[in-house]
């Protein structure tokens, strides 16, 4: 339901003493005279639609169908009773890939935040689809460093036809495009513009730059995101993902998307493994906000295990040591820089792994203890080949 708030001004005479004056007769009579023509006003003809309308609403209606509502959920457990519930964490909009019920979404979607830290990832969504059904959907694959999301949606495949694809390699500033979104929650909403520019590089949160992006005057607005971007023949050419705002406003007229060339590229990926293969180092994290909360860091990541036969474990990276009772015997080595570059927050940290492809050898800025050392990783195998196995996923705490 959308609230309007109708403001008039009016202005208003009071007097003890003197009572309001009667309306002259005359305008009394004039009301009441055009009241007796009341009546249904006809209707003027309609002028046929432009072309251009025509293809706009017929892409619209094609396109429909292949768009989603998403929002994702988290569970919230009751300290009291120990009821779990799920609690939603934020919506946006996302788009059917495939026949195979797989739907692309930004990844900031499913991320939770608390402040402006970010706490973790959900792994669970709820999508509803064109004809108002809702489904489960699990994340089945994420990138932070493209901020990019696969759900696996658990719903009929007839009803989720997938999005026809297009290049953005060609396209050309000035050309329309129509961006469908669900903005505010208003699900299913259409905007017209053009490119305003091509190769632009914007930010993701994670201190990476999505390279080629998209920028257009189609009016895209919070909920927008994960939403697509269609040229003029409802193809999709792109992820709406960002906009430009100032401070204190929205939408200003100047969004983003990510390229679809880098989705055909990315996706692919994410549903046949869930993440991107940086070479495997043999460590796993704690979240960053979980080891500033309970161990009072303010910067850098906790090693907590290190698998012995791995290029950390044959460095010397030291892991958390915690006695039977649950105390801690050694802190571990904390990790402050990657070849050469601070170190902010685990998903920054695999962002640079996705982006970057490491070499042989990689170089850590640690601090153990009160010592600040360099710890280096030999990333090939004992046969003198690369790893090739996934990077550990950095622990997260409970939602």
Do not use: C
């Not at 499913?110 to 973790?120: A, D, N, P, Q, Y």
């Not at 907590?304 to 474990?313: K, L």
């Amino acid at each position: 339901m959308i609230r309007a708030t109708l403001l008039a001004v009016t202005t208003l005479t009071l007097s003890a003493q003197t009572p309001p004056k009667p309306p002259a007769p005359t305008e009394e009579a004039t009301i009441q005279r055009f009241r007796t023509h009341a009546k249904v006003r006809k209707v003027a003809p309609a002028a046929p639609l432009s072309a251009e309308e025509r293809n706009t609403i017929r892409r619209f209606k094609e396109a429909k169908a292949s768009v989603v509502f998403v929002s994702a959920v988290a569970p919230l457990r009751d300290l009291r009773t120990m009821d779990e519930t799920k609690v939603p964490t934020a919506r946006g909009t996302g788009f059917v890939w495939d026949e195979w019920g797989h739907v692309v979404t930004n990844h900031h979607i499913i991320t939770v935040e608390e402040g402006g830290k970010r706490l973790g990832e959900v792994e669970e969504a709820e999508v509803t689809l064109s004809d108002g059904k809702t489904y489960k959907g699990r994340v089945i694959g994420s990138s932070f460093a493209y901020d990019i999301s696969v759900l696996q949606v658990f719903a009929p495949l007839e009803a989720m036809p997938p999005i026809p694809l297009g290049r953005s390699k060609t396209l050309q500033v000035g050309q329309t495009v129509i961006a469908i979104g669900n903005p505010f929650g208003l699900d299913h909403s259409l905007s017209r513009g053009v490119i305003s520019a091509k190769d632009r590089e914007i930010d993701t949160g994670y201190n990476t730059r999505i390279l080629n992006a998209i920028q257009t005057d189609a009016a895209v607005n919070p909920g927008n995101s994960g939403g697509p971007l269609l040229d003029s023949g409802g193809r999709l050419v792109g992820m709406n993902t960002a906009i430009m705002a100032t401070k204190g406003e929205g939408s200003v007229g100047v969004g983003f998307a990510i390229p679809v060339d880098t989705l055909n590229q990315i996706v692919p990926q994410l549903i046949a493994r869930g993440r991107l293969e940086p070479p495997r180092m043999g460590f796993e994290v704690l979240a960053a906000s979980v080891a500033q909360q309970k161990f009072g860091l303010k910067q850098g990541l906790l090693v907590i295990t290190v698998a012995p036969d791995s290029p950390a474990g044959r460095a010397g990276l030291r892991p958390l040591e915690l006695d039977e009772t649950g105390k801690v015997k050694q802190l571990g080595d904390v990790l402050l820089g990657y070849q050469g570059r601070a170190i902010e927050n685990e998903g920054q940290f695999m962002a640079m792994l996705e982006l970057e492809p490491p070499a042989d050898e990689v170089v850590f800025d640690v601090q153990r203890g009160d010592q600040d050392i360099k710890v280096t990783l030999n990333l090939k195998n004992k046969t003198g080949s690369p790893a090739k196995e996934k990077v550990s996923k950095p622990v997260l705490p409970a939602l």
